[in-house]
């Protein structure tokens, strides 16, 4: 068996795991995860822009440049927003100081539920991850020299990524929407 790795493949991997661990916690914790996935988005975007602009220059990034073998400022800030970010989303995921309650809703609603906020949950934190890779922020916006170029290889190598990048506006408005949609409705009593 010939089995060729590429950017689809591991895109695709990525978010099956999401779609089953999503499955693991529920669909209330997947709420939870979504949440935590807004707030850690713009608290890592935060976070690496603050370090970049505090540190740009200095001999302690020059250092951590040479440690962990990265070319510039640049991909060290979008290397930190990764793994800020990727923190933030589990430790709201398992220590978040907030609940999501759904309501019980019928058996074959609730899956169907279960399975739409698995691929939404998956599509947010890899689109966000997208988002870092380009070298766009959500908070101070993004340079045109330098928004895209990481991802314009991947990008060009993987109908997934290339998918997602287009629609990225529906993977950060839907999971949002459904949730304000479900909660209106649980307040009604209609779940």
């Known amino acids: 068996m010939d089995i060729r790795l590429s950017w ?9 795991v999401i779609v089953a661990y999503s499955f693991i916690i529920g669909r209330d914790n997947t709420l939870k995860v979504i949440l935590g996935t807004y707030v850690a988005a713009l608290a ?11 540190f ?15 070319g ?23 220590r978040g100081a907030f ?20 691929v939404m949950s998956a599509g947010l934190i890899i689109s966000v991850i997208l988002v870092f890779v ?19 290889d991947i990008y060009n190598n993987s109908k997934i990524v290339k998918s997602i990048v287009a629609n990225s506006y529906w993977w950060f408005a839907i999971p949002a929407l459904a949730f304000l949609i479900q909660s209106f409705r649980a307040n009604r009593g209609e779940e």
Request: glycine share 14%; aromatic share 14%; hydrophobic share 55%.
């Open 134 to 152: 380009s070298g766009v922020s959500f908070v101070g916006g993004g340079s045109p020299e330098t928004t895209g170029v990481a991802l314009w």
């Open 99 to 118: 609940a999501v309650q759904t309501g019980n809703g019928s058996g074959f609603g609730k899956i169907i539920l279960s399975v739409l906020y698995a």
């Open 56 to 70: 740009g220059g200095s001999g302690f990034l020059k250092e951590i440049l040479k440690f962990a073998a990265l």
């Open 44 to 54: 890592a975007d935060a976070t690496g822009n603050l370090f970049g602009s505090y």
């Open 72 to 94: 510039n400022e640049d991909e060290a800030v979008i290397i930190l927003k990764v793994l800020v970010f990727v923190a933030l989303v589990i430790l709201f995921a398992v």
């Open 8 to 16: 689809d493949l591991f895109v695709l991997v990525f978010f099956i």
